[in-house]
């Protein structure tokens, strides 16, 4: 009984982590979604290109960490 119940411990373990970690990650682009509406409105309002370009590379920045921490996780999940 004993070695039934460790060896489906560590899969369930792992399972559990991996739904937590994609429901933050769900949360994290509804949050990200909302973030990208509210530049809309600032990139209609700018007025000299190197104030568009400025914030064009907020944005390319925010979005090129959200493609790191997705691919950190995708290493981490291959691993185990």
Known sequence: MFKLAAAIATPVAVSMLAIHEAKR???RY???CEMLREYEPQ???MRSL???QDLIV???S???GENYEWWIMAKENLAA
Do not use: G, N, Q, T
């Open 50 to 52: 190197s104030s568009l």
């Open 58 to 60: 907020d944005v390319e």
């Open 43 to 45: 990139i209609a309002a």
């Open 25 to 27: 990650r769900e949360a």
């Open 62 to 64: 925010m979005l090129l």
């Open 30 to 32: 509804h949050e990200m």
